[in-house]
């Protein structure tokens, strides 16, 4: 079982439309958990940065974290042909001693 | 502009050869990270380092060795020993500390090696 997973889609939606996004991991020792998108031939750019459970927004995202649950998500609302891409989650524990990033989920959002 | 270069964007190697891709952040960033990424695999991470003249290998090490000799500056090598080169490798940069910084991305390299 990998350490984190998340689903690599693709996840097909029309604009407009809502879209949830999810991880799970089984190691407890993660405690800071991001998102980061990544367009075609281009590196990731951060998102969201959340370390305690609950939600986080910002504009049209917002991250969730349920670290009872092992489980992370990122909704995009009123979602847009331009956020079609690829999402990854990213978890690290403290110090440098796990760092992982989930598949990546690929999305995309037609007009 | 504070952000990471990677160059080339593109690399085309023959098998056997040793080829090295550069990676240059002026974000004043400490740790400095070499990531490869396959199709459905995600981000997998070759080595990072923490302060300069000091690097750690990650998940995926062989076949592949850095040097920091300079903040700014954390240049990857891949060597004929890497069964499979073929890739796209991804830079990155973050504040140290308590290693609880967000990484910041370079635009990556792909390499081809035939």
């Known amino acids: 079982q990998k350490e984190v997973e998340q689903d690599p889609g693709p996840l097909s939606v029309p604009e407009g439309a809502i879209v949830s996004l999810n991880c799970t991991y089984s190691?407890?020792?993660?405690?800071?958990f991001m998102w980061y998108r990544q367009y075609s031939r281009k590196g990731p750019e951060l998102l969201m940065y959340?370390?305690?459970?609950g939600n986080k927004e910002d504009g049209r995202f917002t991250a969730q974290v349920d670290k009872s649950s092992k489980y992370i998500s990122l909704f995009i609302r009123d979602s847009q042909p331009s956020d079609s891409a690829t999402y990854l989650c990213?978890?690290?524990?403290?110090?440098?001693?796990?760092?992982?990033f989930g598949a990546g989920t690929r999305l995309a959002v037609h007009p | 502009d504070g952000g990471i270069t990677q160059s080339p964007k593109y690399l085309f190697r023959k098998e056997g050869q040793n080829v090295t891709l550069s990676c240059e952040q002026n974000?004043?960033?400490?740790?400095m990270y070499w990531y490869r990424q396959d199709p459905g695999q995600g981000l997998r991470l070759i080595y990072y380092?923490?302060?300069?003249?000091?690097?750690q290998k990650g998940d995926i090490a062989e076949g592949y060795s850095v040097s920091r000799e300079k903040k700014e500056s954390f240049p990857l090598t891949v060597t004929s020993a890497q069964k499979n080169p073929t890739a796209f490798y991804l830079c990155?940069?973050?504040?140290?500390?308590?290693?609880?910084?967000?990484?910041?991305f370079g635009n990556g390299t792909r390499l081809t090696v035939t």
């Open positions: 974000l004043n960033h400490d740790a």
């Open positions: 190691n407890s020792a993660f405690q800071y």
């Open positions: 380092s923490q302060i300069v003249n000091d690097f």
């Open positions: 959340t370390y305690s459970s």
């Open positions: 990213f978890m690290f524990s403290g110090g440098y001693n796990k760092l992982i």
């Open positions: 990155a940069s973050s504040a140290a500390g308590t290693g609880s910084s967000p990484l910041h």
